[in-house]
């Protein structure tokens, strides 16, 4: 912490310190622009970030000790002489892009010179008069020009960037001085991305910078093509090597350009194929090959973005680059075979139990896509909390295209509900940044966290009628029969009152009675999931008779319902159900055969709408 002080205000001093020396000169000569003027202050203002940020990037702490309270100081000295340098090396750096001097750069900069000379002159005859001892460090005669100035005379400015770097040993400064080209033409860049839209350049490339992070465009001392060592030197007496290094614009330029159009040929030729994938229901090859294709349709963008940048004419006559990269077509035919995929569940639910535990089964996703649905194997799927985003669980889809995701941490430690969120894994099937902003909606899987075992129940009453129950105790074996299929638990009536007394529970109560009547059956239910099904008389009705040409037509229909109910989490609504309609049918013949059998096909009927109202609230066994 101490160290970071420091260097924040040695920081401060080199900065305050450049912005008072660049105004005293300004102001020195009427020709010069005041410092108010906008490009005066814009120079200014660079120099005093850039010059700190060089000198820093070199400084060793000179001295450090510790208080016995246990404070820590840090001290941190740089020579005005080599201050004074790095603001001439990196003024002239600077003036081809901020020229507050116009034709008259070439003579400013040699009085530049002269003024940071002078000034560390009147500086040394201060100190020697305040303290008689000579200073330790006097400005080193034998220092070459390229080092004072910054420049070269055999590499031009307009022809040429370069940097100086320096390092404890070569190789960092030869690293240090590529480093510095990069930051040069980063800058260039940052410049040039405002100015898009108004170039012959922009009408390629502005729109296909929405699908590109700007920091991508920057350089890296890696990036660089061609750049070159031109001059070293050694200062014995700071032992420190220093190192000039090159980049020829023309150059540069033109290389960065040749590998824009083989990115560009790249990406034109992966489209086809993933095109051609596509057309062939070979969705997994597809989706990598436009993966490939985003990816080199960007890196023509960047390449021909720095090679605008780098391109030794003004920012504002830079030609439009050709070819122009497909990237806005690569984007959108991705974000159209993504949208093509869907999730859908094939296998288990996530109706867990014992909290804290990881639960015993595992859900089966099927990955499909196109129409009629190919199933797509190979896609990594992940599920997701919908409201922690905690990863769940993660599977790749098999040949079926089924993923298979079981969760193998621990579930929360009291009985809950929620929501997990299956969707592709974007990341883990290797597709580009960019994918994320239209990959499709993710699929949404109810779970509850339950104490006890998650037992399917249903509960049974039949209704008392006048005209008996035969009707209905045919109905119960009959649901008996199918819901035992389903792997549900059956209870009727009758045995829930051999344990409870329930006489609240009557078929014909409203909801708020069948939650209250219900209180006094968990404990001998436990915690299960629990159906209430009423079955009523079913006594069909006559509903209309026509006359047909061999007889009559007899319709008849008979009304009936179910309600179902959770009895362990809190808070859950009665689920009703109304099949009145369900089994209306047509019969050829008497009234009495009608009725009769349209009482038997009702009943099938209602019974098959009772087992799938209970498969679709409680899902598979």
Known sequence: MADVEARDRLRDAIGEYTRGVIAAFLASEAQYPPPSEPLS??????????VAAGLLRTAQPERVWQE??????????LPIARVNAEIARRTRMVIPDVNPFGAGADRAMAALDDYLDASLAERLTAAARARPQPPEVLPDERTPRWLKTGTHADYPAERYYSAIGLGKDLPSAEASARSEVALRLNARVDRLLPALPDTPAGAALAAELQWLETGSLRFRADDLPG??????????????????????????????????????????????????????????????????AVDAAQQAVVLQVRAAAVAPEPLGQIPAPQPPPPLQQACGELRSLLEAFRLEVVRGDLQWVQPGRPPAQEIALRVSAGDPAVPVPGLPVRMTDAQTGRVWAEAASDADGIAALRIRDAL???????????????????????????SLPPTEIAYAVRSRANVRLVLLLEEETAAGRGSAAEAAREMEEALTREGFRFVSGEDVRRHVHVAALRPDSDDAAIHEALAPLREWLGPYRCALVVLGEFRPQLAETSPVEEGRLVFARCPWRIRAVDTELPGDRPTVLDLSDTATAAYLGDEAEALRRARTEGRRQAVGAVVEALRERFGPP
């Open 412 to 438: 929360p430690p009291e009985p809950t509900r929620g929501a997990l969120l299956a969707a592709i894994d974007v990341e883990a099937a290797a597709l580009p940044a960019v994918a994320r902003r239209f």
């Open 68 to 77: 016995p309270d246990g404070r820590v100081h840090v001290l941190y000295s």
């Open 227 to 292: 750049p070159r060592i031109a001059e070293r030197w050694y200062d014995a007496v700071t032992d420190t090597h220093y190192t000039l290094a090159i980049l020829g614009a023309s150059h540069a330029s033109d290389a960065l350009s040749a590998r824009a159009v083989t990115a560009c040929e790249a990406a034109e030729g992966l489209l086809v194929s993933a095109r051609n994938h596509r057309r062939a229901e070979n969705f997994t090859a597809s989706l990598r090959a436009y993966g490939e």
């Open 41 to 50: 202050a814009e120079l200014s203002d660079i120099l005093r970030t850039e």
